[in-house]
């Protein structure tokens, strides 16, 4: 028999010879070690799975799902020790984490939208059924108790796959799978019962702790009401600051920072001041509080000039997009909010404009000029928001975190409203969650004191003060465009005459990877007004 060759993974780069020889040597020992663990000869099955193992990764990672399915399969009718059964899904649990690991990022560099498309959905399904396989069969081999591999590792890795699976349902804003909560918390309590939530598996850097807690504050963290790559940002501040969270007792549920779950629950934590557990319910509490404060340290350090990098945070970081999860986080995080108004069920259409270039086009040349709209159900309602039911029409310029405008269908008037939340169960089906803003606006443009007359005016919108919520006027701009400190801005508004004003920013009430909204006051007695030319 040829001897196997180094796995070379086509899709990031070639390997160099080197590292190919490494490969092979390092594989050829783990192969050696496991078969001589009961005879000097592999069973058949065995042999055929490492020489699947052994070979090259192909072009797509995606055409190797099937694979390792089929491989998992024939992992379990194998003839084998506890020790072999364990190496070898160790060597198939790398592969099968590898795998996915490509294909997300792939996923996320083609921009997913809302909902995904029937042949992604079949794909994301495909990872998500890959992962939780992995998990139970971790857990079946812990139960074996073999020697070669610590029982931390095995549960650390179960962890990880079905943190990865919810995580993947955060990506796709779609709900978790049925059971796969009550799966993780099980596997979690498996870990209390050994007393091996801080241990570190060899190779790792996180304890068991802090893997069940990423997935568990990225739930906390309201997932369907950031963008895709918010989504893995927060993730990635989690795998670095997850020993924030600091498990407490009962008398820690009246501080804002306070969260409980219960493992026998199909469901995430839920935080102390919007939820209470059920009476004679064994849960368990942590807290939020360290973390929070971490989170407003680093806040102030990137305010006042730091780098992402410097202070250990993600690149992303660096970004005014980033620095606005980083407040909805001490928010989601560290002073969890109570819903303000009751729901009312309701079933009415509606039309849908969203994004910022559409709505400055429907406000400033009204709805003839309107070239795309689409048609909602809206299910509930409140006073200060609804929740949307797709009916008909393109989904595509839809983004969570975008301005959006409706009109009912007994109404003539248009709403300005953002989207803070979307989730799609399938191909067919997506929901939004919008918040009322407005109820007119007047379309602007906008210019910064000192720029050379070159540089193209910025399209945005002049949300008008309401009494009854706030006393100042807002500003929608593009996220990015200005920049958070308060700073003076002319704004060009052109109906029948061309009004000129002269306001300042005053504070920033809004930051995501769309939009920012400010707030703003006149920053000059008198505007300038000027007649449009007359034509001859």
Not at 264 to 271: E, L, M, P, T, V
Not at 436 to 456: F, Y
């Amino acid at each position: 028999m040829a001897p196997p060759r180094a796995r070379r993974i086509t899709t990031i780069g070639s390997i160099p010879n080197s590292e190919k020889g490494r490969n092979y040597n390092k594989k050829a020992r783990k192969n050696k070690l496991i078969f001589n663990l009961v005879s000097t000869a592999p069973p058949a099955g065995l042999q055929s799975l490492f020489n699947w193992l052994d070979s090259p990764r192909p072009p797509n990672a995606a055409d190797e799902l099937a694979q390792l399915h089929r491989q998992l399969g024939t992992w379990r009718v194998s003839q084998l020790t506890s020790e072999q059964r364990a190496l070898t899904l160790a060597r198939l649990y790398a592969r099968g984490t590898s795998t996915v690991s490509i294909i997300l990022a792939s996923l996320s560099d083609a921009a997913l939208p809302i909902p995904i498309p029937r042949k992604t959905r079949q794909l994301i399904r495909s990872l998500q059924l890959l992962l939780r396989t992995l998990a139970d069969d971790l857990l079946a081999t812990l139960d074996e108790h073999p020697v070669s591999v610590p029982p931390e590792q095995t549960l650390a890795q179960s962890l990880h796959a079905l943190a990865q699976h919810l995580l993947i349902s955060s990506l796709v804003a779609s709900p978790p799978v049925v059971s796969i909560w009550r799966q993780l918390h099980q596997t979690y309590e498996t870990a209390r019962h050994l007393e091996l939530t801080n241990a570190i598996p060899p190779g790792g850097r996180s304890t068991l702790q802090d893997i069940y807690y990423s997935a568990v504050l990225l739930a906390c963290a309201q997932p369907a009401s950031f963008t895709s790559t918010e989504i893995e940002f927060v993730a990635a501040y989690l795998a670095r600051f997850a020993d924030g969270v600091e498990p407490c007792d009962e008398s820690a549920a009246p501080t804002p920072a306070a969260f409980w779950i219960d493992p026998a629950r199909d469901a995430g934590a839920f935080a102390c001041a919007r939820n209470t557990p059920p009476p004679d319910t064994p849960v368990y509490y942590f807290s939020c509080a360290r973390l929070a404060a971490r989170l407003k340290q680093q806040l102030a350090e990137l305010e006042a000039g730091a780098q992402a990098k410097a202070i250990g945070l993600p690149d992303f970081a660096d970004t005014s997009a980033g620095r606005g999860v980083l407040r909805r986080l001490v928010s989601y995080w560290g002073e969890p909010d109570k819903r303000r108004f009751p729901r009312r069920r309701q079933n009415y259409r509606a039309l849908l404009c969203c994004g910022l270039t559409n709505l400055w086009r429907l406000f400033q040349h009204g709805e003839a000029a309107l070239q795309e709209t689409s048609n909602w159900m809206i299910i509930n309602e409140s006073p200060d928001g609804y929740a949307f039911m797709h009916v008909a029409g393109k989904t595509s310029a839809l983004s969570v975190g975008d301005v959006a405008a409706i009109r009912t269908e007994s109404g003539n008037t248009w709403q300005i409203c953002i989207v803070r939340w979307a989730l799609s169960e399938n191909q067919e089906h997506l929901e939004l969650g919008l918040q009322i803003l407005a109820t007119r606006a007047v379309p602007a443009l906008l210019a910064l004191p000192g720029e050379s007359g070159d540089r193209p005016l910025r399209s945005v919108l002049i949300l008008p003060e309401i009494r009854a919520l706030r006393s100042s006027e807002m500003l929608v701009v593009p996220s990015g465009a200005l920049d958070e400190q308060p700073s003076p801005l002319i704004l060009v508004i052109e109906k029948d005459n061309i009004v000129v004003r002269e306001v300042k920013s005053t504070h920033l009430n809004e930051q995501n990877s769309q939009i920012a909204i400010f707030s703003i006051e006149p920053d000059a007695p008198q505007h300038l007004t000027m007649r449009p030319p007359q034509s001859d």
